[in-house]
């Protein structure tokens, strides 16, 4: 079985939305603007190429991400790794041909089947929407998580707020950089 990891830049009080500029959020961009650069805080990006068999995006974040990444050289690996969408809208001529093998998954059954599958860890960046339906489903197995100390207040959170049982995590990795970031690295205990 596949381990499926969610990798996210998070602030203080939960909120994932626009960290690299998306418009339309109005703290968009936190992530450069208000928190200094350290490049060690940001060694789990390269890491997580390094060690990822696929790539499972959500659709927004799907077209964000395509837009810029596969011409981007400090993301060069993803290029050569198979990619899975899971959207219900997107179709095939919505792909970007620049990225390489993409395929469109229409459900959690067909993410649950996919993890079923031989290969390395799948890697899911921001796709906040579809992180929290994997992880109310029981589909995430760890969390990568960048947390940056801001309180931003309203936006798309990491967790979605449905009543359901208490779900816990063991922290297998943690450190603490000079800009105030801090690197989580949670598994799901099952």
């Known amino acids: 079985m596949r381990t499926l990891i969610s990798s996210v830049f998070v602030s203080l009080d939960g909120v994932v939305e626009a960290p690299g ?9 936190w992530t450069f603007k ?26 927004a974040s799907y077209e964000a991400f395509s837009a810029v990444w596969p011409d981007m050289e400090d ?10 969408v899971v959207s219900t809208t997107l179709t095939e001529d919505d792909l970007v041909d620049n990225w390489g093998e993409t395929t469109i998954l229409r459900s959690l059954d067909e993410v649950a089947a996919l993890k079923e599958t031989e290969g ?11 992180g929290r339906a994997l992880s109310d489903a029981g589909l995430i197995d760890r969390y990568h998580l960048l947390v940056f100390p801001l309180l931003l207040g309203a936006g798309k959170r990491l967790f979605s707020q449905t009543d359901k049982d208490a779900q816990q995590l063991k922290l297998v990795e943690h450190e603490t950089y000079a800009n105030g970031i801090q690197k989580n690295v949670f598994d799901v205990v099952r």
């Open 34 to 59: 208000e928190v200094e650069f350290v490049p060690e805080a940001y060694a789990l990006k390269s890491q997580e190429q390094e060690e990822a068999g696929a790539m499972l995006l959500g659709r």
């Open 75 to 84: 993301f060069a690996r993803y290029k050569t790794l198979p990619k899975y």
């Open 120 to 130: 390395g860890p799948i890697i899911m960046h921001g796709s906040a929407t579809l």
């Open 21 to 29: 500029g998306e418009p339309g959020y109005r703290n968009s961009g």
